[in-house]
């Protein structure tokens, strides 16, 4: 067998890169992109060497095109999560577990940091460092498994999240999801909420199912949005105004507005500007802000220079294949690996679970509670299913996509109960070809044999 050598960035581009700008960060901070080539270049690799394995299965790998420098700065937010969460949590800042798809503002201007299920793991198993891709994932794999034993084999990837709570691998303040938002609701997991064995405190906000037909729930929403914004600034001593959380979604719309904006450049591109890697990670830095929103938003707008620079320039992404078929992809947590997926002839141009949050501005006048509540109550993937699907398909045809994979995790009661319809709905609207996929593969990347053959002969029929 090959052993492939590990990724690395070449001390060619060293001088073009630290003459970009640096980054700054919401507490002030800066560093210099001479510190940020410091880190990706000698400490990273040290520290986190499973991040530079240059493995094709790695589906965390970093991008390819080195050239490409809004990546790297994205490679230093993502790797350097832990320690910024750490000191800010130590310096009293409290952290707060929330849920996929919903609105950040809230957490963020009440001086909390919110992190997702996924974040959560990513921070978790960079709690031990200079392990080997495989010692990662074993260490994700493990405490994985231990929380489906104490709640459900049934269960999808959130578990693994919550595990590493309980096992105080990592330090949570506040449980404070959004419930029935997509994988919130699954079987077990909201009674598993109010009936864990452990003395964080929590602040289940009930989010209505078919909230088309209940007038009153923008106002029900509100109100509970008002009574966690207390809940978490009374962990973290910020006073909260109207003022504040203005300031706070008009910093979240401008990096929503500016990735909305990278992605018409994208999709209307002759060639595109990025590969699938670096398109996905502009839609994660809107939509998860990586912690730190002021640092976020920065580097969206250099990756949207860079990319408009590129597309001027008619500069194709490094490892897009020539005329590769464009593939949309539906469905959270699990997807195709973009590596595989290149090199068999396609490209990735969006996907729903990435967009719907980044696609509802926060009204910037008003009530800002009812405004929050109201753009949660628009994000296309949490409406009914129908409406989800022709949203869905509006976004293949504007991406100009010529097929849709929705994949979805073995244990993923909802997004399995929807994958079908979903994907009929678009076939028939968008005039694509569509195909739906069951893997058991998360959090791995070894044994994915089975999702790699089926992406593969889609790409062939497409």
């Known amino acids: 067998m090959a052993i492939t050598s590990p990724f690395s960035y070449p001390e060619e581009i060293k001088d073009k890169f630290i003459a970009t700008p640096g980054l700054k960060f919401k507490d002030g901070s800066t560093v210099s992109s001479a510190e940020i080539w410091e880190f990706m270049t000698k400490e ?3 520290r986190f060497p499973y991040a ?23 490679g230093y937010l993502t790797l350097t999560l832990k320690d910024r969460v750490m000191k ?16 950040m503002d809230a957490y963020y201007a009440a001086g909390g940091i919110p992190v997702r299920p996924g974040l959560v793991m990513q921070w978790a198993r960079n709690m031990e460092e200079g392990l080997s891709l495989r010692q990662s994932e074993t260490l994700g794999l493990n405490i994985l498994e231990s929380g ?30 959004f419930l029935c938002l997509r994988c ?23 989010y209505p199912v078919d909230h088309e037909n209940k007038p009153w729930a923008a106002e029900y929403i509100a109100v509970e ?21 203005f300031d706070e979604i008009k910093l979240e719309n401008r990096g929503r507005r500016i990735a909305t904006e990278i992605a018409d450049l994208w999709w209307g591109a002759e060639n595109p500007p990025t590969n699938s890697t670096d398109f996905f ?7 998860d802000f990586v912690g730190d929103p002021v640092a976020a938003v920065d580097l969206l707008e250099q990756s949207k220079k860079e990319i408009e620079e590129r597309i001027q320039n008619n500069v194709k992404g490094f490892g897009v294949p020539d005329h590769a078929k464009r593939l949309f992809i539906c469905g959270s947590c699990v997807g195709p690996n973009a590596h595989h997926a290149q090199t068999a002839g396609a490209i990735f141009v969006g996907r729903d679970d990435s967009w719907s949050c980044i696609s509802v501005p926060v009204q910037e006048e008003g009530d800002p509670y009812l405004n929050i509540a109201k753009s949660m109550l628009a994000y296309p993937y949490e409406q009914r299913t129908e409406k989800r699907a022709e949203w869905t398909a509006d976004m293949v045809k504007r991406s100009r996509a010529d097929g849709v994979i929705f994949m979805y995790q073995w244990g993923c009661n909802y997004q399995s109960g929807v994958a079908r319809m979903i ?33 593969e002969a889609f790409i062939e029929m497409v």
Request: charged share 25%; with cysteine; hydrophobic share 40%.
């Open 44 to 46: 990273a690799p040290r």
């Open 52 to 74: 530079f394995d240059a493995g094709a299965n790695n589906m965390g790998r970093f991008s390819d095109d080195v050239h490409f420098l809004s990546g790297i700065k994205r």
């Open 88 to 103: 800010q949590h130590a310096a009293g800042t409290p952290t707060v577990l929330v849920q996929g798809g919903q609105a």
């Open 148 to 177: 489906r034993r104490k709640i459900s084999i049934d269960a999808c990837n959130q578990i693994a999240a919550h595990a590493a709570i309980d096992n105080k691998v990592v330090p949570i303040d506040l449980i404070a999801p």
């Open 184 to 206: 919130s609701d699954m079987s077990f997991l909201v009674e598993t909420h109010r009936n864990r064995v452990h003395d964080i405190p929590r602040y289940l906000v009930d």
């Open 225 to 245: 949005l008002r009574e966690l914004i207390d809940k978490i600034a009374a962990l973290s001593g910020r006073k909260i105004t109207d003022e504040v959380l």
């Open 281 to 287: 990670g502009i839609a994660f830095l809107a939509n």
């Open 423 to 455: 994907s009929d709905i678009v076939k028939e609207r968008a005039g694509v070809v569509t195909t739906f996929v069951e893997v058991g593969e998360l959090g791995r990347s070894e044994a994915t044999e089975q999702s790699t053959n089926r992406v």
